[in-house]
């Protein structure tokens, strides 16, 4: 069984991984909206042709995937009682976390002028 000091820990560490990489999703966001008000035509083109684009989205859906394989660990694992189960399906949800912050961070690059 794992002890509560340990769970908390766990709980207090993988809020501040969290946090951190919102606050990086919310900055790259406001610079897409940035780029976008400043020279919305080129923007939007560099948008729909750059190859990085459609790997971003890639990873979009796979992160999106992983979240919901996440969701589902935590819940089968709080609802039969073993607590190991759904910690790890805490453990991994920085996983998905990063793949969003990589899908943000490529539409920020890709809408930027050179």
């Known amino acids: ?61 796979l992160s999106g995937l992983g979240l919901v394989i996440a969701f589902s660990m935590e819940i089968y694992g709080v609802t039969v009682g073993d607590q190991l189960i759904a910690t790890v399906a805490r453990a991994i949800y920085p996983l998905p976390m990063i793949g969003l912050t990589y899908f943000s961070y490529t539409l920020q690059k890709v809408t930027q002028e050179n």
Request: aromatic residues 12%; positive net charge.
């Open 1 to 61: 069984m794992i002890d509560q000091a340990t769970v908390d820990t766990g709980f207090i560490l993988l809020g501040i991984i969290g946090g951190t990489i919102y606050l990086c999703m919310s900055i790259f966001y406001i610079r897409i909206v940035q780029h976008l008000q400043h020279n919305r035509k080129t923007a939007i083109t560099k948008f729909f042709l750059k190859e990085d684009t459609v790997k971003a989205f890639k990873i979009l859906a």
